[in-house]
């Protein structure tokens, strides 16, 4: 021991106590970048604005659009901030059936979100497990994973969805159809999104796995698979962070792409895709506001998400430090 | 005592670890579709060749090479990273790749463990070093109690000289030298009485490997640890070794006691080799570097793999594999200018008093 003591601190030098997760947050890098950045501080915003908005919508909306009994047809068509029939207010004018454009586009964004969120959260957990698996294990594994992702990603990604679309309907009963409709939305556009994921986590995981830390958790014995979860994916989760924030805006952009072309959700209970569709046919006659906003709406959500995945990528990445 | 190749080194000494006969061929074959098209043949890359030798307890073995000589596969072998294409690996008496059941490999497991070479690469960076370290002592279910594995924690990281608070932080909180000690804790946290360790002190200053390698004596001495020491730093394996093994393009060469070795090295690459360690007597005499690069492993010279490189190579040499010979000290050599007596002392100071540019004309 005495050879080395200088270097023998006492016990009681440091408190030992580590700073806690929101000390830690707060005082990071990614957020004195985020702060610094006044485009990514409005996107927040904007999309913070959305999600709450979608999330609340049935208490935010000043109608109920899906209420039948609510509905006045007498107020279709009502131009924004014009004079409807009934005398009621619309901020962004009414449709053909008289219903609040304002609160379709709450109601709207909150099936886009919704159908958005699970997409991705479903591609990433697909790409993730799939990716680790072929870059951990490697050989036949990793060759016959990765084929598929390029068999897959040789086809556009919108008509793999159309496909998984197609062959949902004619698989379920008609009666089911109606309540389906989104799940199926879901694994469509998570199917055709996964490769992505996939194939960043693999390169990450090959890096990772001849790292000197994950050989020493091989010489103490740890399983495998516990290995993956426990060593290498909390190093590739950077990376696929990026992803999933680019991603959600194209998973709904994607999703209203699919109710746009009329295979996406019914216009029953419309998301920003089915409104821009119902909308569009009114364009030519003159009632613009129907299609205008949604489709504003859209933009601006789509637009929002990824400036802030543009950050999200530029604050990890080291080099641009 | 030559008669029984593995086991002459620690004839009086009873060895925890034996190696024999050790091979490890790596598939570099091109992708079989490559191989069906362009007529190629699979190939393979022979890093370590018919290995054996055996450590007593409580000793250093040392492997000293060049690089590319296969000393870090032999290493991973050793713990079980690689699988061996042939020969065995004993602890106590037990052999790692043969045995089935997870339960009797995390057994032979938990009295070994492995230093790494690269401090920043051994330890993961999103764990903190308290998780780090209890790693293997959760993996081995030697303690469950949350409370008894941070004590016990805390006790490794003041045995490594670091306090138990540095327990909280992250890896990257620590200089080269702490993160070597870190991972020396963890090493040590299983209680093994084998470790491994693959150029500990390379990455690291001067003055820290001194420190690093005065901590691995301190802990062998009061844990009775035994070592297999990798480097191709001649200076470190003389500090710290009992025994000597030289690697050469995956043959162990020469090995015997460290103090023998390098009192009156016997083959012609250890001498070369040892004549390149710097010492101030030797200041401002001609030095005699080893000649020439180590030829691909992919395509061995035959017979010796050292002939050509070596000043007394013949034709015996260039054909025929040298097999280990006994040498005057209970060591063994493999070479057959020693077996035949051909290297006098006059014979090796001419040789290698010669010029180098004669040497080098094709």
Redesign the interface.
Known sequence: MSALDPLHRTKAEEPPRAPSAWARFFDSDIWYSFTRSPVTVVSALIVLIFVVGALFAPWIAPHNPFNPAELNLMDGFTPPMGEAFSGNLYLLGTDDQGRDVFSTILYGARISLFVGFCAVLFAMVLGISLGLLAGYRGGWVDSLIMRIADVQLSFPAILVALLIFGVARAMLPRSMQGEMVIWVLIIAIGLSDWVQYARTVRGTAMVEKNKEYVQAARVIGIHPLLIMLRHVLPNVLGPVLVIATIGLALAIIAEATLSFLGVGVPPTTPSLGTLIRIGNDFLFSGEWWITLFPGLALILLALSVNLLGDWLRDALNPKLR | MADVAPAVLGSQEEALVEVVELSKEFDVSPPLLTRLLQGQQKSFLRAVDEVSFSIPRGRTFSLVGESGCGKSTLA?LV???YAPTRGRILIDGKELSRLRS?RE??QV??R???I???PF??????W?VRDIIA??IR??GLMSDRKAIDRRVGELLELV?????DG?KYPHEFSGGQRQRI?IA?ALA?NPEFLVCDEPTSALDVSVQA?IL??MK?LQRELGLTYLFISHDLAVVYHLSDYLGVMYLGRVVEWGAARNVFANPQHPYTRMLLDAIPDLEMSGRQRIPVRGEVPSPMDPPSGCHFNPRCPFANERCRAEIPMPIPTVHGGEVRCHAVEEGRLTEEVVRDALRRPLAEEEVP
């Open positions: 991973r713990v079980g990273l997870r490999q995390a497991r938990r070994l463990q492995m790494f070479q690269d690469a051994s330890l993961n960076p999103r903190r790693e293997p993996a081995h000289r670091l306090t138990a608070a909280l991972s963890r299983s420190q005065n901590l301190d």
